[in-house]
């Protein structure tokens, strides 16, 4: 069932109803262009904005401990990643792909990240806090100004015709299974009780009583981590369970300043900024990935090339701007958000783009950002179970255009996830890439140099840029014929050319633009 767009009326689709992709029209409940009405898109905004809470918060955090930060300047930080994601995400939507899609901190540049802290001595001893702050933001400044050209001058464009279902399959699948291990579900010290009440109330929403009213339908992460949380707060003031403690809520500033530069001005270091464009590659991996898969869950066609080069390009000027603000960590499209459309079938812009706002007055109003730290991980544990695991599904839905007949196909997609789970485990066991690498005949001396070492230290250690690496090579090494490898019906189901149009080439006479490569790319 779908809202229509000019009348807010509703129109029924039939569930044999095929889109683009060969998937089927009911599964998306307002498309890209639907506006649900406005007290509605709040709350489905708001919904938005609370699945990616858990990353939000714990990017930051990490990086607080880290960096050495005290509370006052935690709670900046935490700030600033809220409005940094707001504003990249009205950007993304309004004028970059325009697909429903937030934008926020990525796990893919947080590892670099860290690596330069530890350089950097670390809250231990070493340079500053501000002073590390102040290094990270000149790597990601760099490192957004080449994902900048990577997206504008159309790279990632070009590679697109020998990027296949297979590929995008263990890419988009990664993306999940590389969340595997996040604390707020596999710590030890985990309140199970808790993440099984909200797990249990989202798949109860989303997947068993959704045919029973709308509002199951729209709102399930809402509901459950609403109920989840009022049960846990009522055990907190009964003295039952210490869940949820309420008092640095009051304690918060009504408003916290977020300007550039609040950490100083940026400095800039090559062995760090390399470190940095490593990160920032392997996220524009998971990003192309994401871009596939937020379009089949809208029920829209695979992206074409102009909408990629956009997207990674507007991707870009998000990381510079984080950079300006001052986050420590990037901007990137967010997995979470991709799985929440795919729990709730709201796929609307309009709705992601409330949701921008809400991010944004968040990071001012220092009551909402303190109230939202309050949310126990074992709920957005919860959250994380279902949201992963959607996407982990939608990857290997990817494959329905792969003949599975072939052995070439099948070896392609089991060690493209294979080498993806797994190399990265070897590279987090490894102490020192630049010594080892440094040992290596003939290739040592360069493979030595410290920039060198750290940026394919970076690359082994990341899940989907390792399995995408691999699935890709594999699959356009192997013989096999178009049909076989998909990439016929991938050509079939590409949305057209003239489908995104770029913001610049509104104003343009003729409606062409300036720049024919770029377009064209």
Do not use: C
């Not at 330069?116 to 000149?138: C, F, P």
């Not at 799985?339 to 809400?358: C, D, F, K, P």
């Not at 594999?474 to 149009?501: S, V, Y």
């Amino acid at each position: 069932m779908t809202a229509d767009q000019s009348t807010g009326d509703e129109t029924d689709s039939t569930d044999d109803e095929l889109i683009p992709d060969g998937g089927e029209a009911s599964m998306v409940e307002y498309g890209i262009e639907d506006k649900p009405p406005l007290i509605q898109s709040i709350l489905l905004g708001t919904q938005h904005w609370l699945t990616m809470i858990g990353s939000t918060i714990a990017i930051p955090l990490v990086l607080s401990a880290a960096l050495g930060f005290n509370g006052a300047q935690t709670a900046q930080l935490v700030g600033t990643f809220f409005v940094v994601s707001g504003v990249a995400t009205l950007a993304q939507t309004t004028i970059g792909n325009k697909y429903p899609i937030v934008q926020g901190g990525t796990f893919s540049m947080l590892g670099p990240a860290l690596a330069i802290i530890a350089v950097l001595g670390g809250a231990d001893g070493g340079a500053s806090s501000t002073v590390m702050m102040r290094e990270l933001q000149g790597a990601i400044i760099v490192a957004g100004a080449v994902e900048v050209l990577i997206g504008y001058l159309g790279i990632f464009g070009k590679l697109k015709k020998y990027i296949g279902p297979a590929v995008i399959a263990v890419v988009i699948a990664l993306i999940g299974l590389a969340l595997i291990d996040v604390p707020q579900i596999t710590a030890a010290s985990q309140n199970w009780y808790l993440v099984a009440l909200s797990l249990g109330l989202i798949v109860l929403f989303s997947q068993y009583i959704d045919s029973y009213s709308r509002v199951f339908k729209l709102f399930p992460v809402l509901l459950g981590l609403g109920a989840a949380y009022l049960v846990a707060a009522a055990l907190s003031v009964a003295g039952i369970a210490d869940i949820v403690s309420l008092g640095g809520v009051a304690d918060a500033p009504p408003i916290r300043a977020i300007t550039p530069f609040q950490w100083g001005m940026p400095l800039f270091s090559g062995s760090f900024v390399a470190g940095m464009i490593a990160g920032m590659l392997a996220s524009a991996i998971e990003s192309f990935g994401d871009y596939h898969s937020v379009a089949r869950m809208a029920g829209e066609g695979a992206p074409n090339k102009k909408r990629i080069n956009h997207g990674l390009g507007m991707e870009g000027l998000g990381n510079v701007f984080a950079g300006i603000m001052g986050t420590g960590n990037g901007s990137t499209s967010y997995t979470e958000n991709v799985g929440a459309i795919g729990i709730t079938g709201v796929a609307s812009r309009y709705v992601v783009q409330i949701g921008a706002l809400v991010m944004i007055l968040v990071g001012y109003v220092g009551y909402f950002g303190a109230f939202v730290t309050t949310i126990p991980n074992a709920i957005v544990g919860g959250l994380f179970l279902a949201m992963f695991a959607q996407i982990v599904g939608v990857g290997l839905s990817q494959l329905q255009h792969v003949d599975l007949n072939q052995n070439r196909n099948v070896f392609v997609v089991g060690f493209g996830l294979f080498a993806g789970m797994s190399i990265p485990i070897y590279a987090s066991n490894v102490e020192s890439f630049e010594a080892g690498f440094a040992a290596v005949p003939v290739l040592g001396q360069v493979l030595g140099i410290p920039e060198v070492a750290t940026t394919i230290g970076i690359i082994l250690g990341t899940e989907i840029a390792i399995g995408g690496i691999a699935a890709f090579v594999l699959d356009n090494t192997i013989p096999g014929t178009k049909e076989e490898r998909g990439l016929q019906a991938w050509e079939d189901i590409t949305e057209d050319e003239d489908a995104f149009e770029p913001y610049h080439e509104r104003f343009m006479p003729g409606g062409e633009p300036a720049n024919e490569d770029i377009a064209d790319d």
